[in-house]
Antibody
Framework: EVQLVESGGGLVQPGGSLRLSCAAS????????MHWVRQAPGQGLVWVSR????????TYADSVKGRFTISRDNAKNTLYLQMSSLRAVDTAVYFC??????????WGQGTMVTVSS | DFVMTQSPDSLTVSLGERATINCKSS????????????LAWYQQKPGQPPKLLIS???TRESGVPDRFSGSGSGADFTLTISSLQAEDVAVYYC?????????FGQGTKLEIK
C-alpha cells in the first residue's frame, strides 16, 4: 500500500524551530518529486515547497523562503521540512504529498504545527 | 502568481441532482507544446487529507466514480457531479500545477439539500 506518514509536529514558540518528517512506503520514493502543503485551521490549501527526486533542488513559496528548508533522504525513504523563525501564521496542518506528473496524487494524514507563546 | 477563483463558495444540492463547481484561473494553464491543461480537482472530507479526483482538467483518477467529470480549457474549468450521492459531501478544490507557486482555489463546500 502506498503510504505517507508525517511526524514531528507540535507546539512551538514564535521564533522557534521544528523539523517535520514524512516516511514513505509502498512505492519507489527516489523516483518521485515531493511536496509539502499546509492548511491553517478552517482554511484552504496552500502549497509550501517542492523537492526534485534526487534532492538537489528545492522550491519554496515566498511566505516561507529563507525560513524553511526541504530535503530528503532517499536511502531512508524520508522527506523533511526544517522550519525556523516560526510565526503564528505558520500554524497549520502540514501534509506531505507525492507528485505524479505534476498533480498531487498521494497525501499523508498531516501533522499539526502550532506556533504560540 | 496564478490566482484560482472558484464559484460558488458553497453549494446545496439534492440527492441525485447535478452539482457544478467552476474554477477560473487568472492566467491560462494550457501548455500548447503538449496540448494539456495543468489543472487538478481535489475532494476533502472533514478530518481527512485531500484526495485527487481529476488531473489534466478532465482525466479521472483510478477508482473515482464516473459521476465525477472535469471539463474546460485555458483558464475556465468545471467539475461536475452528475448525480449527487451522500458520500460526496465535502469541500472541493481546484489547483493549477502549471507553474510554481502552485495555487489552489479557495474551495467550494458541497452539502446535501
Amino acid at each position: 500500500e502506498v503510504q505517507l506518514v508525517e511526524s514531528g509536529g507540535g507546539l512551538v514558540q514564535p521564533g522557534g524551530s521544528l523539523r517535520l518528517s514524512c516516511a514513505a512506503s509502498g512505492f519507489t520514493f527516489s523516483s518521485y518529486w515531493m511536496h509539502w502543503v499546509r492548511q491553517a485551521p478552517g482554511q484552504g490549501l496552500v502549497w509550501v515547497s517542492r523537492i526534485n527526486s534526487d534532492g538537489s533542488r528545492g522550491t519554496y513559496a515566498d511566505s516561507v523562503k529563507g525560513r524553511f528548508t526541504i530535503s530528503r533522504d532517499n536511502a531512508k525513504n524520508t522527506l523533511y521540512l526544517q522550519m525556523s523563525s516560526l510565526r503564528a501564521v505558520d500554524t497549520a496542518v502540514y501534509f506531505c504529498v507525492r507528485d505524479y506528473d505534476g498533480a498531487f496524487d498521494v497525501w499523508g494524514q498531516g501533522t499539526m504545527v502550532t506556533v504560540s507563546s | 502568481d496564478f490566482v484560482m477563483t472558484q464559484s460558488p463558495d458553497s453549494l446545496t444540492v439534492s440527492l441525485g441532482e447535478r452539482a457544478t463547481i467552476n474554477c477560473k484561473s487568472s492566467q491560462s494553464v494550457f501548455y500548447s507544446s503538449n496540448n494539456k491543461n495543468y489543472l487538478a480537482w481535489y475532494q476533502q472530507k472533514p478530518g481527512q487529507p485531500p484526495k485527487l479526483l481529476i488531473s489534466w482538467a478532465s482525466t479521472r483518477e483510478s477508482g473515482v466514480p464516473d459521476r465525477f467529470s472535469g471539463s474546460g480549457s485555458g483558464a475556465d474549468f468545471t467539475l461536475t457531479i452528475s448525480s449527487l450521492q451522500a458520500e460526496d459531501v465535502a469541500v472541493y478544490y481546484c489547483q493549477q500545477y502549471y507553474t510554481t507557486p502552485f495555487t489552489f482555489g479557495q474551495g467550494t463546500k458541497l452539502e446535501i439539500k
